[in-house]
């Protein structure tokens, strides 16, 4: 199971880090992507970082602003999200594609809660 915490109200400019953090499993063995989801707006990938971290992938809108990172000691895929704007503002998850080419298009079944970031203007 992923599990999302970190979120919080910020103010535009501010930053906040995520973090997903796996139980039950070894995380080190998926990939993991973090999305994020407004209100009355699909779902989109936001990051996503490989297996072994080698490899990452953002969505144009958070290039360059927001970073993902892991720490498989700690079972641990993190989001630093600097630079925040409001449009920034949605619920975020955590999810574990099957492999690495499906991060973007993979049909989940099950998001759990997420974690809510707000940035005021």
């Known amino acids: 199971q992923l599990q999302a915490s970190g979120g919080g109200l910020v103010q535009a400019g501010g930053s906040l880090r995520l973090s997903c953090a796996a139980s039950?499993?070894?995380?080190?063995?998926?990939?993991i992507g973090w999305y994020r989801q407004a209100p009355a707006k699909q779902r989109e990938l936001v990051a996503a970082?490989?297996?072994?971290?080698?490899?990452?992938d953002y969505g144009d809108s958070v290039k360059g602003r927001f970073t993902i990172s892991r720490d498989n000691a700690k079972n641990t895929v993190y989001l630093q999200m600097n630079n925040l704007k409001p449009e920034d503002t949605a619920v975020y998850y955590c999810?574990?594609?099957?492999?690495?080419?499906?991060?973007?298009?993979?049909?989940?079944?099950?998001w759990g809660q997420g974690t809510q970031v707000t940035v005021s203007s």
């Open positions: 999810n574990r594609p099957p492999n690495w080419l499906l991060r973007r298009t993979f049909e989940y079944t099950n």
């Open positions: 039950g499993s070894t995380a080190d063995y998926y990939a």
């Open positions: 970082i490989s297996t072994g971290g080698s490899l990452t």
